[in-house]
């Protein structure tokens, strides 16, 4: 068996590319332990920005059912991809321009912005089968209320961009998914690498009053906002240290 996941860089961009599209890039072992690969890689750069994307036609159709019926049923390394897509300190942006189902759900619910086609649709088709979307709770109750997801969830409907939108499971659909994520890339990038990451941790972690505001003196007299202030006071852009 091949390579199932692909990563190049680019200008500081490192894409991580599900390339497994014959089971419709469903989450095997081999994949998952690729992508941990791929997500090491991009740590290890230091890429300000990492896309997850996907070879056609699917994003992720979820568990691999024929692995998973062999008795192959330890998700340790799905749970911990979703947890590292979190954690890294690089913006994750999920570009999605196939049918995503299940398991691939909360996958690109752990990014953390989604740009998908408005032709995509999404299912939670788990009840279908006799099981439970348990693990892909974690993140897609980060980011949607679960009277939102009710329906979807009990009943393992198929449901739209728009409606994907409306819940917050998603947070951009575009007719052109590339062009949007090399723009929202750029606009990242735009930002001191230290306070995006910070930003990052705010979205998703509880934090007390003295917390941020212990947080947000420390940017200001840091270097990195230091730079950025002088740069807003030159009119030039800020020179960010890498």
Request: hydrophobic share 50%.
């Amino acid at each position: 068996m091949g390579q199932l996941v692909d990563i190049a860089f680019v200008d500081g961009v490192a894409t991580i590319t599900l390339n497994s599209p014959a089971n419709r890039n469903a989450l095997s072992q081999q994949l998952l332990v690729d992508l941990h690969g791929a997500l090491d890689a991009a740590e290890h750069s230091r890429a300000r920005v990492v896309v997850l994307t996907h070879a056609p036609p699917v994003f992720c159709a979820g568990a691999d059912l024929k692995e998973r019926s062999t008795g192959l049923v330890d998700s340790t390394s799905f749970v911990s991809a979703i947890e590292r897509l979190g954690a890294m300190a690089a913006p994750v942006i999920a570009a999605v321009d196939g049918p995503v189902r299940a398991g691939g759900v909360g996958l690109m619910a752990a990014c953390d912005l989604v740009v998908v086609n408005p032709s995509i649709t999404f299912a939670f088709t788990e009840v279908r089968i006799g099981v439970a979307p348990a693990v892909i709770t974690g993140p897609i109750l980060q980011r949607c209320g679960w009277s939102k997801m009710a329906g979807p969830y009990l009943t393992g409907e198929v449901f739209d961009a728009v409606r994907a939108l409306d819940m917050g499971l998603i947070t951009h659909i575009a007719d052109d998914v590339t062009a949007t994520v090399a723009e929202l890339s750029r606009n990242i990038m735009l930002g001191g690498p230290i306070a995006v990451a910070a930003t990052k941790r705010l979205l998703r972690e509880v934090h007390s009053m003295a917390e941020l505001q212990a947080l947000s003196e420390s940017l200001f007299t840091s270097e990195e906002g230091l730079e950025g202030m002088t740069a807003f006071a030159e009119k030039r852009l800020p020179r960010w240290a890498q």
